[in-house]
Each structure stands twice: as C-alpha cells, then as structure tokens.
Antibody, heavy 120, light 115 residues
C-alpha cells in the first residue's frame, strides 16, 4: 500500500524558513515523479512544484519560484520542500503527491494527509 | 481569465446523474490535453478518480466505481466528469487538472451537493 507521510509544518513568521518532508513507502520511489500541492484555508488546490523520478528535472509555480526548492533523497525514499522567505499567503496545508509516471505531467494518483504551514 | 473554469456548485438528487464541467480558456484546445479529476471530502486529501483524453486514452483510478466517467465536449472546449446513480457519499468537492506550460493547473473546484 502506498503511504506518503508529510512532516515539518508549523507556525513561522513572515520571512522565515521551513523544510517539509514526505516519507514514501509502498512503491518504487525511484520510478515516480513527486509533487507538492497546497491548499489555503477554505480555498482550492494550488500546485507548488514537481521533481522527476531521477531528480534531474524540476518545475515550480510562479508564486514560489526563487523561494522554494524541491528535492528528493532516494536512499531515504523522502521528498523535501525547502521554503524560504515565507509570506502570509503561503499559509496552507501542503500535500505531497505521487505521480503516475517517471516524468512530470503524468498525473497524480496518491496523496499524503498533508502538513499545515501557518505564516503569521 | 483562468486556465480552467469550473462551476462553483452543483446540486442533484440521489439516484440522479450529474455532469461536472471543466472549461478550458479560449485558445487552449481541450483535444490536446489529458484531464485529471479528483474528489475531495472535508478534512481529507484529494482522491484520484480518473484521467481522460479520448476514448482510447483514458484510465480509471484504482477502486473508483464505474459510475464515474470522463468525456469531452469539444464544442464547449470542456472536459466533463459524469457521475451516474448519485449517492450521498458522492457529496464532495471535485477538481479538474491539466498539465499546461510545464505546470499543473487546477480548476477552482465544484462543490457537489446530493440532496
């Protein structure tokens, strides 16, 4: 069974930093691209970033480009999101999601339970 | 204008059918995109329902009932999630998603009420 367990969320002041982690299990981590998607309170889904299975290709939403960095550690089967220069508008639940395939753009089929980030 | 537009809400009766639309912005041809659909219930993460590009390029999510199906309306430049035999448990938010310009884009979501 695929499991995605996010951690690292919390309360941070504007301008601060956080690193989110997503521990993956139940599938071949090196065969799937991975994404971060967020959801502000009472709002819809907003895609944040994707990293290919190899880690060689990354893409970011314009709203986080230059501030957030996605990475993955295959030895730990863990996905990361380093968030710097945080803004109030980054407040959201952050989900990690497993892609349907090796590359970005292949759809997301499994999601974690999310970790809450509050910037205030 | 948003890339993907969904009606904010839709109501239907138990046992009836519902068509949820996802309209692509003018200039973006629905025929060239795979459209992904997700269901989200309060307090839970989204669940993958299906993807649809054409009748020969589609996939049902694992364990997703066949009551859920995808299609397109080329004349409206829209993707459609069709739910037949509505049940109370289908009450949820539904999101469409496409890969556009090297980014995932979500529609604003449709809140489906079954009453």
């Amino acid at each position: 069974e695929v499991q995605l367990l996010e951690s690292g969320g919390g309360l941070v002041q504007p301008g601060g930093s956080l690193r989110l982690s997503c521990a993956a299990s139940g599938f071949t981590f090196t065969s799937s691209a991975m994404d971060w998607v967020r959801q502000a309170p009472g709002k819809g889904l907003e895609w944040v970033s994707v990293i290919s299975a190899s880690g060689g290709t990354t893409y970011y939403a314009d709203s986080v480009k230059g501030r957030f960095t996605i990475s993955r550690d295959t030895s730990r089967s863990t996905l990361y999101l380093q968030m710097n220069s945080l803004r109030v508008e980054d407040t959201a639940v952050y989900y990690c999601a497993k892609a349907l395939g090796y590359s970005s753009g292949e759809g997301l089929d499994k999601w974690g339970q999310g970790t809450r980030v509050t910037v205030s | 204008q948003a890339v993907l537009t969904q009606p904010s809400s839709l109501s239907a009766s138990p046992g009836a059918s519902a068509s949820l639309t996802c309209t692509l912005r003018s200039g973006i041809d629905v025929g060239t995109y795979r459209i992904f659909w997700y269901q989200q219930k309060p307090g839970s993460p989204p669940q993958y329902l299906l993807k649809y590009k054409s009748d020969s390029d589609k996939e049902q999510g694992s364990g997703v009932p066949s009551r859920f199906s995808g299609s397109k309306d080329a004349s409206a430049n829209a993707g459609i999630l069709f739910i037949s035999g509505l049940q109370s448990e289908d009450e949820a938010d539904y999101y469409c998603m496409i890969w556009h310009s090297s980014a995932w884009v979500f529609g604003g979501g449709t809140k489906l009420t079954v009453l």
